[in-house]
């Protein structure tokens, strides 16, 4: 159907429309995920104005893949032209080499898993119908993590780092944007700390966690509770800064109307503040989290804490062959989460904020 014959029919022209209005609201979901150029992919298919949608998807789709082309291309030349002690710099198809070989590995361990619960349950199924029931023991599954265990594990450390660190910046990131005293009083603070390495942080949250902390639940380990802990010391400072930036740029004639209508502190932050610094703080929060996704790395690779940073040290003290690969498959990993955490803030941003700055 041409779009001469579309323009002909109305019936026909306005189901079009139909159709890109139904894309174009997609769209502002799929975009904060990086997945933008599957509009105009869309619009094609429903026929919207080619020539549009083909330079769209230059810029969106095309641009980006020869850069990425070009990049591995480069890679891929240079890296066996660089020895090192553990040989040559592996090229992308080795990396993706040892990134199937890591899944496998994984899918293995699941099975033996399953194995070793299976055989413990038929036991204990025997012992019972033996009229051993007071021998009947459950064991947990003691072997080695995986790299996708070990991926799990940092995320759930940089989540609650950055969940501690949300809660303490954004009320004191208020109280600043709303006090200069406080600001005053707290501003000394954050310049002193903001600089501090997670390397000299570390030490220092090891000795008080391990005074302090004496639980042994299986669901928050003492290693967690540290790494998680000097996330939150490195990654707070950008929302604070950030939130106080934005309750202090707030529109003057807000705050005048809340005081003539005599609104509670409470009240006042409630409609009129966190709604209009909401852009600023989400921002901070942006921030603070690739920050912390940052520190997280260095402090499970000082500290030996499971994660993605004890993998990769344990590759590099390992020397094998295949160390330098599975190091760069948990760079490129790092880097992906990385990125789907920044996206997953920003879709946040974007569905709970109205400003157009992001």
Known sequence: MTIATDLMDPEIAARRERRIARINRAGKVLAPFGLGFVVPLL???????????????????????????????AWAFLAPKVHTSLGAIPGPAAVFQQAEVLM???????????????????????????????????????????????????????????????????????????SKTFEGAINP????????????????????????????????????????????????????????LGVASIDRDLVNVGKVLQLSTWTT?????????????????????????????????????PGLGKFVWDEFQNGSSDSLARIIVAVITIGLIGFFLDRVMFALQTAFTYSANR
């Open 43 to 73: 619009k094609l298919a429903a026929g919207d104005t080619p020539s549009e949608q083909w330079a769209d998807l230059k810029q969106m789709l095309l641009v980006p893949m020869i850069g990425i082309l070009a990049f591995l291309a």
């Open 269 to 305: 932050i409630r409609k009129l503040v966190l709604p209009s610094s909401l852009p600023l703080i989400f921002t901070g929060m942006r921030l603070s989290l690739g920050v912390g996704w940052m520190v997280l790395i260095a402090a499970e690779m000082l500290a030996q804490n």
């Open 104 to 178: 496998d590995d994984h899918f293995a361990e699941r099975q033996k898993a399953e194995e070793f619960y299976a055989r413990q349950d038929e036991r204990n199924q025997m012992l019972i119908a033996e009229g051993y029931g007071d021998r009947v023991k459950v064991r947990p599954y003691t072997g080695k993590p995986t790299y996708l265990d070990q991926i799990w594990t940092s995320l759930l450390t940089v989540a609650l780092g950055f969940f501690i660190g949300t809660v303490i910046a954004v009320p004191v990131g208020i109280a600043c944007g709303l």
């Open 189 to 244: 603070l954050i310049q002193l700390f903001k600089p501090v390495s997670p390397l000299a942080w570390l030490p220092i949250v090891t000795m008080v966690v391990a005074a302090l902390y004496e639980s042994q639940n299986d669901l928050l380990p003492k290693s967690m509770v540290i790494s998680a802990i000097t996330v939150t010391l490195c990654s707070i400072w950008p929302t604070i800064i950030n939130t106080a």
